[in-house]
T-cell receptor
Framework: EADIYQTPRYLVIGTGKKITLECSQTMGHDKMYWYQQDPGMELHLIHYSYGVNSTEKGDLSSESTVSRIRTEHFPLTLESARPSHTSQYLC????????????FGSGTRLTVV | AQSVTQLGSHVSVSEGALVLLRCNYSSSVPPYLFWYVQYPNQGLQLLLKYTTGATLVKGINGFEAEFKKSETSFHLTKPSAHMSDAAEYFCAVSDSGSARQLTFGSGTQLTVLP
């Protein structure tokens, strides 16, 4: 049973629309992450957070933004979606008591047409 | 900076045969190494990890991996493939930052033939 939830599971949206991908975890983890995964490619870290009110950009430049107002919630927003944003977005969290113990959500597959 | 190279984007084995998925890493500090599995339409699930101690690590579903520092490798093996092992497998290495970020390889799609 998943302890980290991502919605929607699939999303097809038109160019120029604003979208928010939701990620919530019930484990009380401080650290949360967003990864972008193109088909057949590796995962790239685009955002991470140490805790409430902490957000940092990852290795891969992204036009998306994130917020961390509550420990359990780490949404990702695209103000104006473009076809180049088509990808799978994976959210994860980690437990400091479990060295490098990441838990991943099922992902959101985004298609921008 | 750390990096991971997975040799072979697609590997096919017969059911009951040995599974060998290759992973080589580059790291300027002693690495922590991971294997994740991703089934279709699902998130990543941790198979096993190496942090310190014994270099042969056993994971879930009968998989194991051996950390070989001299070869900078962390290959994943399973003695006998099962149809349910068909999935994509990702090798990853950690950085030393406090955010505990993972750097992933490009993945290997495992197909198990009946």
């Amino acid at each position: 049973e998943a302890d980290i939830y991502q919605t929607p599971r699939y999303l097809v949206i038109g160019t120029g629309k604003k979208i928010t991908l939701e990620c919530s975890q019930t484990m009380g983890h401080d650290k949360m992450y967003w990864y972008q995964q193109d088909p057949g490619m590796e995962l790239h870290l685009i955002h991470y957070s140490y805790g409430v009110n902490s957000t940092e950009k990852g290795d891969l430049s992204s036009e998306s933004t994130v917020s961390r107002i509550r420990t359990e919630h780490f949404p990702l927003t695209l103000e104006s979606a473009r076809p180049s944003h088509t990808s799978q977005y994976l959210c994860a969290s980690s437990d400091p008591k479990v060295p490098y113990g990441y838990t991943f959500g099922s992902g959101t597959r985004l298609t921008v047409v | 900076a750390q990096s991971v190279t997975q040799l072979g984007s697609h590997v096919s084995v017969s059911e009951g045969a040995l599974v060998l998925l290759r992973c080589n890493y580059s790291s300027s500090v002693p690495p922590y190494l991971f294997w994740y599995v991703q089934y279709p339409n699902q998130g990543l699930q941790l198979l096993l990890k190496y942090t310190t101690g014994a270099t042969l690590v056993k994971g879930i579903n009968g998989f194991e991996a051996e950390f070989k520092k001299s070869e900078t490798s962390f290959h994943l093996t399973k003695p006998s493939a099962h149809m349910s092992d068909a999935a994509e497998y990702f090798c990853a290495v950690s950085d030393s930052g406090s955010a505990r970020q993972l750097t992933f390889g490009s993945g290997t799609q495992l197909t198990v033939l009946p």
